[in-house]
Structures are given as structure tokens and as C-alpha cells.
């Protein structure tokens, strides 16, 4: 494979985001509780990241504020990879430099929706998202937190709001 650059989501990189999106995730398929997160909400562009081959977006994630219980934190998704370039850590690189970028900026948790057996691997869990409520339907399991220092995650509880 060759080699794959990381870089801030850009001010012009947006269509070719929601394009790897609609490939990655096929048409139609709405998550409905994280949707409403993102609705009438700014995405945090220095905290998003883009993996690209050459001039070829291959991957992104995106991140963006909300609260739980009023403590701000940062909620992750969605994130897309290639289906080509799949399986090389793009994914898990791509969840790294997020976090790490929301730690240097202060947040100190990351929210995000997801299949636990594919976050637990960058340090997410269900266990201290317990207490979290999301505004719609969602299975408990897949509300995920990870914190960004040691207790970041601490006692954060409540409704999740954009
Ligand atoms: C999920 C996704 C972003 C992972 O990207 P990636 O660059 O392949 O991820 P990585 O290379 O870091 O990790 C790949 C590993 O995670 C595993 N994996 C991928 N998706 C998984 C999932 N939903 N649940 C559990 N494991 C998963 C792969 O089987 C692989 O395992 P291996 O290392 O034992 O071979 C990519 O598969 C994708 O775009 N999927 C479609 C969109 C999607 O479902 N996004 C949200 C996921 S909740």
C-alpha cells in the first residue's frame, strides 16, 4: 500500500466527505439519535481528520461538540474508510489523531455511537457510558466513551445535547 497522509478536514474537502459516506455506508441508512447531534451543529474541523492516497480522500472522521448533562464533550462520527484500502489501520490512525487532537485542545471526553468490538481497540467502552442518554433510539451497548485524561469520563450522565 502506499503511503497515506493524515490532515485536518479542509475548508473544501466536505463533497468528497459525504461522498466516501454514502459509499461507505450505502444509501438511505440514517442513524437517527446521532443524526439529531449533528443537525444545526458546527463541526470541529481542527479535530476531524482526513486520510488521503495522493489527491485521493480514503478516510475520515468527523467530531463535533455536545453535552452531556451540560459537561461539554466531544461527540465522534461518522467515520468511512475506502472499502479498497480497508484492514491497514486507517480506521484506528484516523480515531488516534482525533482524540489526541480534541486532548491537546482540552476536551476531555469523546462521545460516539459505534460497534464496541471495533473501539474497544482505541480505548473506548460502554461501562462508563451508562448513565448517558441519547435523544432517540439506540442500543445502550454501542454508546461508547472514551476519556481524553484520567478521569475525564468521570460521573458524566444525562441527555446528550447538540
Ligand atoms: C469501520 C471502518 C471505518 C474501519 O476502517 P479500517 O481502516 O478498516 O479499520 P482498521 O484497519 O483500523 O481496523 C480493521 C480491523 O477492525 C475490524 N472491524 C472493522 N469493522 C468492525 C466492526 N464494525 N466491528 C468489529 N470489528 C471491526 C476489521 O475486521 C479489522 O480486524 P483485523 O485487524 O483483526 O483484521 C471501515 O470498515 C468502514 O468504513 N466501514 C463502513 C462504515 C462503518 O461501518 N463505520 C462505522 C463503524 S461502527
Known amino acids: ?3 497515506i ?3 485536518p478536514e479542509g475548508p473544501h474537502d466536505a463533497p ?6 454514502d459509499r461507505a455506508f450505502g444509501p438511505g441508512r440514517h442513524a437517527k439519535a446521532a443524526d439529531r447531534l449533528r443537525e444545526n451543529n458546527s463541526l470541529l474541523p481542527d479535530l476531524s481528520f482526513t486520510a488521503w492516497e495522493g489527491e ?4 475520515s472522521v468527523r467530531m ?14 461518522p467515520i ?15 480515531v488516534e489523531r482525533a482524540c489526541e487532537a ?14 464496541a468490538p471495533y473501539f474497544e481497540r482505541v480505548g473506548f467502552s460502554a461501562a462508563p457510558a451508562k448513565g448517558v442518554v441519547m435523544p432517540g433510539p439506540v442500543d445502550q451497548r454501542r454508546v461508547l466513551l472514551k476519556a481524553l485524561r ?4 468521570d460521573g458524566l450522565a444525562g441527555m446528550v445535547t447538540g
Open 80 to 94: 468511512a474508510v475506502e472499502a479498497q484500502l480497508r484492514k491497514h489501520r486507517i480506521g484506528q490512525t484516523l
Open 1 to 3: 500500500m502506499t503511503d
Open 5 to 7: 497522509a493524515y490532515r
Open 16 to 21: 468528497l466527505i459525504d461522498a466516501l459516506i
Open 150 to 153: 484520567d478521569g475525564g469520563a
Open 102 to 115: 480534541a486532548a491537546a485542545a482540552g476536551w476531555s471526553a469523546v462521545l460516539l455511537v459505534g460497534d
Open 56 to 59: 485521493r480522500l480514503v478516510g
Open 64 to 77: 463535533w461538540p455536545v453535552a452531556i448533562g451540560g459537561a461539554p464533550v466531544v461527540f465522534l462520527g
